[in-house]
């Protein structure tokens, strides 16, 4: 059992207890641009009174909810292709090239956005060309949507094509031989046999896109704030640590519900068979 | 509908997604090869039709010493990150492919969860924490917080290779008088070899792209990821391009390398 114990520990000691110490490090004061420990609920009646904070939840809420769907939308007609249309050796080729990006510099990728998405940037180049534009697409909520795809549908992409991987293609065949046409067929026979795998996907997307700083604040233009963006506005410039340990707790409660919400969701037993 | 319509509408569908498939594709790789294009680029500010080519941006981050420290402390992290995640991460695997034990299901979670926690949040409370015993503002004090994040990869490759072996061969060690250990090394460790390496390489490749967390604990000991979060701060500066394509060409080649080792088949001890 020794071996259980490195991990244990390390995640005890450098993962629980930090996210702890947030919680505790909420209840202090700042005095004199110095922490000082105490039990004083003023950081929370400072935020929560404060409408900055909840224009900034919602907001976070909303660009994520849209993030969501847009790319599991976006995401499942590729999924779709490479689980059901594409040989074995195409659908491995495919995921190998779906993984590199996930783990490569996202800082980079989503920045290198502005290449394309400047007023005088690719896109803008390839509109003039046929007598369109110029279209601003940088610091917009449109450019944020880029920005979170970058981020996002590389993953999405992969767990829909792995739980859509999973559909007995038995059931598929089945349902065209009693004439069930294609679209039908997709959405009351595949979806639903995929539900936990789209539903997993699609919390994923979620998490992600609600704490990310990257896309709203260099390609989204920081107006209004996000959530991740106020906490690094409050940590970096003011002292107001314990004040970012509130919005960082009530992040992690609503990622938290939104999971758990997910998960009760993907798994409800179907009402109607 | 008639046998025929049905078949060019189903060709049409398929050429369709096809396309599709190529546009998703493009949209992936496009940020990772304009970077890669500019980087040569003359013009300071990135426009259409480019400029001439140059390797102006490259000679100006060679000469940059502050670049080359950075450099050199990202490979540092990220070396001793990987060593020391991939073991926890090998040593928590293990733990759950041998063992059953009560509250297996909150350790699991413990070693599986951190990667869903936003990176700001993590970043944050890591800084409260390391600085309140004086331990943040080090090149340790990132080491410390990346293992948390890159454990996780690093169980989840090394469980996957334990999962596509034969348990009774372990067994087999035991009974032919291998102790714990000798059956570790002579038996679990080989097989487990190719994943062990592609976790170093993975962890390796998180910990070196890795700017949120390292931003809130490095203090002045910057980063390459940190660094260009810097420069981002400021005006347009092409030689972000630079910067990003030598981290693209490291970190692209990690993943590779831990890709094709996680998918390449060899069957010896394998599960039948």
Request: with cysteine.
């Amino acid at each position: 059992m020794s071996f259980a114990l490195p991990g244990l520990l390390w995640q005890l000691l450098f993962f629980v207890f930090p996210m702890m110490f947030l919680i505790a490090l909420s209840f202090w004061l700042v005095k004199n641009y110095r922490m000082v420990p105490g039990f004083e609920s003023v950081n929370w009646v400072k935020m929560y009174t404060r409408g900055y904070f909840w224009d900034a939840y919602f907001y976070t809420l909303m660009l994520a909810a849209i993030s969501t769907v847009v790319t599991s939308i976006l995401a499942f007609p590729c999924a779709y292709a490479l689980a059901f249309k594409a040989s074995p050796t195409v659908r491995r080729w495919a995921m190998f090239l779906l993984i590199i990006p996930f783990f490569t510099s996202y800082l980079v990728r989503a920045y290198s956005w502005q290449i394309f998405l400047g007023n005088e940037g690719i896109f803008n180049g390839l509109f003039s060309v046929f007598g369109f534009g110029p279209y601003k697409m940088l610091h917009t909520m449109f450019g944020t949507m880029v920005g979170y795809l970058t981020l996002c549908l590389p993953l999405v992409v992969v767990l829909q094509l792995l739980s859509l991987a999973n559909v007995d293609k038995n059931l598929v065949e089945a349902a065209w031989n009693l004439g069930c046409g294609r679209v039908r067929t997709i959405f009351q026979v595949i979806v639903p046999l995929a539900k936990v795998g789209l539903v997993v996907a699609a919390t994923f997307c979620f998490i992600l896109s609600f704490g990310d700083f990257v896309s709203p604040y260099y390609l989204g233009g920081s107006k209004p704030p996000t959530l991740s963006i106020l906490i690094i506005d409050t940590t970096k410039s003011g002292q107001q640590w314990p004040r970012a340990a509130v919005v960082a707790i009530t992040m992690i409660v609503t990622l938290m519900i939104v999971a758990f919400s997910a998960v009760t969701y993907a798994y409800a037993r179907r009402t109607r068979q | 509908m008639s046998d025929r319509s049905r078949a060019s509408d189903s060709a049409i569908s398929t050429w369709f997604l096809r396309l599709y498939v190529l546009v998703v594709f493009a949209f992936v790789f496009a940020p990772i090869i304009a970077s890669f294009v500019f980087s040569f680029n003359s013009d300071r500010f990135p426009t259409i039709p480019l400029g001439s080519f140059t390797t102006k941006w490259y000679e100006t981050i060679f000469a940059d010493t502050d670049v080359w420290d950075a450099f050199a402390r990202s490979l540092t992290v990220a070396a001793i990150t990987a060593v020391i995640s991939t073991t926890i991460g090998f040593c928590t695997a293990y733990t759950d492919f041998r063992y059953r034990f009560r509250g297996k299901g909150f350790y699991l979670g413990l070693a599986l969860l951190p990667p869903t926690v936003p990176l700001v949040i993590m970043g944050l409370a890591m800084l409260a924490l390391l600085s309140r015993i004086n331990m943040s503002g080090q090149v340790y004090s990132i080491v410390i917080s990346h293992v948390v994040l890159c454990s996780p990869f690093a169980m989840a490759i090394c469980r996957l290779r334990l999962s596509q072996m034969d348990p009774s061969l372990e067994a087999a060690a035991w009974n032919l008088g291998a102790s714990q250990w000798q059956a570790m090394k002579t038996v679990i460790i080989p097989f487990c070899k190719p994943a062990i390496i592609a976790a170093l390489c993975l962890t390796a490749a998180v910990s070196f792209d890795e700017f949120a967390v390292a931003w809130f604990v490095s203090g002045l000991n910057k980063t390459i990821p940190v660094m260009i979060l810097e420069i981002l701060q400021g005006n347009v500066d092409p030689q972000i391009n630079a910067i990003g394509s030598f981290v693209f060409a490291i970190s692209i080649s990690l993943v590779v390398v831990a890709q094709i080792l996680v998918m390449t088949r060899d069957d010896k001890g394998r599960k039948s």
